[in-house]
């Protein structure tokens, strides 16, 4: 059972969530922050009971879709997830979600932790709570000038990783150069994942000039290919930095003519599964890699 100072947050923002309900407004941000602000080690007061413990999910892109799908698979196998989904991703939002799915004792009523984070968020969660899974879908530029630069963020994440449990496990793009290098800062087990199909992508990086640089030692990077943006099979010729091997990884991707579906060939261990993902988009590859890499580790 969470302490009493948990307990009375928890009640507070249980209040201001009736009231905001009452008042017809929606949203998990307010009830959220009343609750942390009472007790800022609240989420990990009610998350540490969780018996699947928690899965974090960031990045710049497709943390959305890799969360929902890796709910559904989770629920698929009688797991019963609370994920942040319609709320904010951050740290308050992931207390309203906990707030919408608790009793005012502080009983859970799922068994798993699926939060999406903000990625710059990310070091401060990572600081109060032990999650079981980290999984970093990708770094980009374009929604980081908000914060810092990339090579910044990435630091902070990177510190933050260094001092994690080593029972944690994290879930890294290895077709990122920036992510993938985060997971040399872990002491515990990482999962890659990455497109291995010869026939996408091409030479050039869509990305700009920081984005293609050594992560370790800033000289420019060589891609033998590129999926999209800085994304693809990386090299560093100075200091011998590369592309981690892929432990989940797209062998073949076929687009259908509609746009409607992707077809994936997933190795998992050697094994070859083929899978149909029902989302749009060479990107959603990554995101349904990212999700299959994640079941894969819990």
Sequence with gaps: M???LALVANAAGKVTLMGLQIAGRGGTALPGL?????DPDYIAALTRALPH??????????????ARMLSDIARGSGWYPIHNRSGSNLERGIAGALLADSSWRGALSGNLGLFEVDEASLPR?????????????????DQLD????IDQLA????????ELDPSTALVLNADDPIVAFIGTRHRGPVTYFGVDDPSVGGKIPQAISDATRCPRCKAPLRYERVVLAHEGDWSCGQCGL?????????????LEPSASEIELRVAVSSAFDPIRVPVPGLYNAYNALAALAAARAL
Excluded: H, M
């Design 242 to 254: 590369a592309r981690p091997p892929r432990d989940v990884s797209a062998k073949t991707i076929r």
């Design 125 to 141: 969660v990572l600081g109060r709570i032990k999650p079981r899974i980290v999984v970093i879908t990708n770094l980009f530029r």
């Design 53 to 66: 413990g928690v899965v974090l999910v960031s990045g710049t892109n497709g943390k959305t879709t890799t």
């Design 155 to 162: 630091k902070r994440i990177g510190d933050a990783i260094a």
């Design 34 to 38: 009343v609750t942390l602000q009472l």
């Design 146 to 149: 908000r914060y810092f630069e």
């Design 2 to 4: 969470p302490d009493a």
